[in-house]
C-alpha cells in the first residue's frame, strides 16, 4: 500500500508530479490555493484552464504546472457546505477519488492534495479530513501505481484535524 504523509506547509512548493488544486467550477482561479497556485504557477496556467471550459463538483482535470515544481496540477471544484444533507459528503470523497483516478492514468506515483473544502467552503474540517483520509486509505489499497500522497496543511489548526484523522482511520 502507498504511503500517507501528514504536512504542513504551502503546496506551491511542492516537487510531486501532481498537485491538487481546490478550484471552483468555472476554473478560472480565485482565491485562497487556488489563487496561489495560479500566482506560482504563471498566466499559462489560467490560458490552459479556459480550454477546460469548468469542471463539474467532484469532477477533476489536469493541466501542467507550468512555473510550478509539480508536473501536473488536478482541478477539483469541492462541495461548497451547506447543511450536511446536500450531497456534501459524496462530492467531496468524489473529489479526493476523482483526482487520484486521474493522478493514476497520467502515471503520477506521487501526490499532494491541500484540505478540499475547509476554507472559503466551509466545510467542517474534522468530517473533511476523515472524509479524506478515508478516501485516500481505500484508494491506496486498491491501486499501486500512486506510491506517495501528501496532504499538505496550510495552518496549524488543519494541520492537527488531519493528524487527528490520521490516527482514526489509519491507525
Ligand atoms: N498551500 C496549501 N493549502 C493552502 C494554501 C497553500 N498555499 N493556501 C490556502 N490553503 C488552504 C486553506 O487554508 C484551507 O485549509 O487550503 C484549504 C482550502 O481553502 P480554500 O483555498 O479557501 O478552498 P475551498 O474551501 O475549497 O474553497 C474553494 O475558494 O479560492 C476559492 O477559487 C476557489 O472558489 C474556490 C473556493
Known sequence: ????????????????????????TTLLGGGGVDGAIHQAAGPELLVACQQLHGCATGEAKITAGYQLPAKYVIHTPGPIWRDGSQSEAQLLHNSYANSLALAAAHHCRTVAFPSISTGVYRYPLAQAATI????????????????????????????AAYQQAYRDVVG
Not at 478515508?134 to 496543511?153: A, M, S
Open 1 to 24: 500500500m502507498g504511503i500517507i504523509k501528514i504536512q504542513q506547509g504551502d503546496i506551491t512548493t511542492m516537487a510531486v508530479d501532481a498537485i491538487v488544486n481546490a478550484a471552483n
Open 132 to 159: 479524506a483520509l478515508t478516501t485516500i486509505r481505500d484508494f491506496l489499497l486498491q491501486n499501486k501505481g500512486v506510491q506517495i500522497v501528501t496532504l499538505v496543511c496550510f495552518d496549524q489548526r488543519t494541520l
